[in-house]
C-alpha cells in the first residue's frame, strides 16, 4: 500500500507541475487587453501579402471555427519607408477582385511565439490595382501604423496587407492579435488547479517518505517467583 501512495503522489506532483505550468505560460502569453501578440518584420517582392483567417484560429486551437464571431483578430501594421499601407480583410471574392493580374505571396504556417512564417509567391513583380475599401468587411489605409480588428466568422476569409498605391516591394512591420474567449480564466484555472495537485501530492509523498518512529519495546514481565 506504501508503495502505491508513493506512485500516487508523484503522478500528481507531475501532474499538477505540468497543468501549473502550462495555465502559466497561457496568462503570460495574453496581453492586458486579452489578446495573444505575435508580430515582426514581414517583407515580399511582391505587392501583398495574403493569409487565411484560418491561420490565426489555429495559433491555439484546432476547432476555432466552430465558435463563429466570438474570436477576434486584430492586425496592425506599418512601412519601414513610411509610406501609406494598406490593410483589408475579407471574403475570397474580396481579395481575388485585388489579387487578378498582380503579385502577392501568400502566408503559411503562422506561428507567434517565436513569431515565423512561410510565404509562397506568385505573379512575379506586377503591380495590383489600388484597393478598394468598400470590398472589404474592414479595412484601414495611410501612413504611419494602421489597423484592424475583426470578429472571425465561419467561411472563407483572407487579410490582405499592401502598399496603398498598390506597388511591388512591400517592407512592414505586422503585428498580430487574437483574443480567445475566456482563454485567460482558463489559464487562471490551470494554474490553481496544477497548485492544488501539486500541494497534495507533495504532502503524500512526504508523509510516505518522512521515517517511520518506532515503537518503544514492551517491557517483559519479571518472574517474582514464590514466596
Avoid at 138 to 165: D, F, L, Y
Amino acid at each position: 500500500m506504501r508503495i502505491f501512495l508513493i506512485i500516487l503522489g508523484a503522478v500528481l506532483s507531475l501532474g499538477g507541475f505540468a497543468c501549473g505550468a502550462s495555465g502559466l505560460a497561457a496568462y503570460r502569453s495574453v496581453e492586458s487587453d486579452g489578446f495573444v501578440d505575435g508580430g515582426g518584420q514581414m517583407a515580399t517582392e511582391t505587392a501583398a501579402l495574403v493569409i487565411s483567417t484560418a491561420e490565426f484560429e489555429e495559433v491555439h486551437t484546432k476547432d476555432a471555427g466552430t465558435r463563429s464571431g466570438k474570436i477576434r483578430l486584430r492586425i496592425r501594421a506599418e512601412r519601414t519607408d513610411g509610406g501609406p499601407v494598406f490593410i483589408g480583410i475579407g471574403s475570397d471574392e474580396a481579395v481575388d477582385s485585388i489579387t487578378s493580374g498582380g503579385s502577392f505571396a501568400t502566408v503559411r504556417d503562422l506561428e507567434f511565439g517565436p513569431f515565423a512564417y512561410r510565404s509562397v509567391s506568385q505573379g512575379g513583380t506586377h503591380a495590383l490595382d489600388k484597393p478598394t475599401r468598400a470590398l472589404f468587411a474592414v479595412a484601414a489605409a495611410g501612413e504611419g501604423e494602421q489597423s484592424v480588428e475583426w470578429p472571425i466568422e465561419a467561411g472563407t476569409w483572407r487579410a490582405i496587407i499592401m502598399n496603398a498605391e498598390g506597388s511591388a516591394g512591400l517592407d512592414v512591420q505586422v503585428h498580430f492579435g487574437v483574443k480567445f474567449p475566456y482563454l485567460r480564466g482558463f489559464a487562471i484555472a490551470g494554474m490553481v488547479i496544477g497548485l492544488v495537485l501539486l500541494a497534495s501530492g507533495a504532502l503524500l509523498l512526504l508523509a510516505q517518505l518522512r521515517p517511520r518512529r518506532k515503537l518503544p519495546a514492551l517491557a517483559e514481565p519479571t518472574d517474582w517467583g514464590d514466596g
